[in-house]
């Protein structure tokens, strides 16, 4: 089978489940992380003849996108920031527009000495970034996943960083120092909005890294207001992801907790994704 001829394939195998965009990409990823091509070449030479061995890479490619399995845990990396990082099921898929969040803390703190904890950690992508932009801020990372936790510190070690990684619930931890900044990307997806969600997500990803109960959907970021409440220290920031459709409570919780001063950022779809509230 030529290269070409692969492509056309690819292209009829996958148009049920992915959009014209997507499979390009996928293609391209194909192209890069399987064979080792540059997409110059694929133009170059359509009639290249794949290797028995090409073939059954791809294939086995193929079959794995075709039961909807997301690329990233097929080929176990994913980039953020422009880094590199590991991912498997145990943790949540890093999205474009936790980069935005991440960026936001970096562009607004710059100061050498700062304690952060970064909750819900996952593949640890927020707080090894963090401490590769900050080497001298000293980095907490908490998260209940025993899988998890070990993914992320592989990822600590890819980067030869330190961080402090907690093993524990967020809701019964108690064992924290004062800390100067407070970021985290909590579940915050609600049970009723799994209709909306597309199958890769629904049957791959870690449901309890993605949703929270319609009933309590903001459980996670109480809890964080609760230790902010104690151990965040004064004049110290809090950053979050958020669900736009939960804004306005989310505003009104935080003023419970005597949090007057905040600010909103829209994603790049332009919907209201990140908070910042100050102490």
């Not at 292209?11 to 049920?16: A, F, G, V, W």
């Not at 025993?146 to 809701?171: P, W």
Request: proline share 3%.
């Amino acid at each position: 089978m030529t290269i070409g001829e692969f492509n056309s394939n690819f292209r009829s195998d996958l148009t049920e489940l992915y959009s014209e965009e997507e499979v390009s990409s996928l293609f391209k990823i194909v192209l890069e992380e399987l064979l080792s091509f540059d997409i110059t070449k694929f133009y170059l030479k359509p009639d290249y003849v794949l290797t028995n061995i090409e073939l059954e890479k791809i294939k086995k490619f193929t079959n794995e996108l075709k039961r909807g399995k997301p690329f990233q845990y097929i080929v176990g990396e994913t980039r953020f920031y422009g880094y590199k990082f590991y991912v498997n099921d145990s943790v949540l898929i890093p999205r474009v527009e936790t980069e935005a969040l991440v960026d936001w803390v970096l562009r607004e703190n710059k100061q050498s000495k700062t304690t952060v904890i970064d909750f819900c950690t996952g593949s640890g992508c927020i707080a090894v970034t963090m401490k590769m932009k900050r080497k001298k801020w000293n980095i907490f990372a908490l998260e209940n996943s025993k899988k998890a936790i070990e993914l992320a510190k592989r990822n600590s070690s890819r980067y030869y960083v330190n961080i402090n990684y907690i093993h524990a619930d967020i809701f019964s931890w108690n064992k924290y120092d004062e800390i100067d900044i407070i970021i985290s990307n909590p579940p915050y997806v609600v049970e009723s909005q799994k209709k909306f969600m597309k199958v890769n997500v629904l049957n791959f990803e870690p449901e309890n890294s993605i949703f929270v109960a319609d009933e309590n959907p903001l459980i996670f970021y109480k809890r964080i207001f609760d230790i902010s409440k104690l151990k965040l220290k004064a004049g110290g920031l809090i950053y979050f992801e958020i669900n736009p459709k939960f804004k306005n409570p989310l505003i009104s919780l935080s003023k419970k907790y005597k949090f007057s001063n905040y600010e909103l950022k829209k994603d790049i779809f332009k919907r209201n994704r990140y908070i910042k509230f100050q102490k």
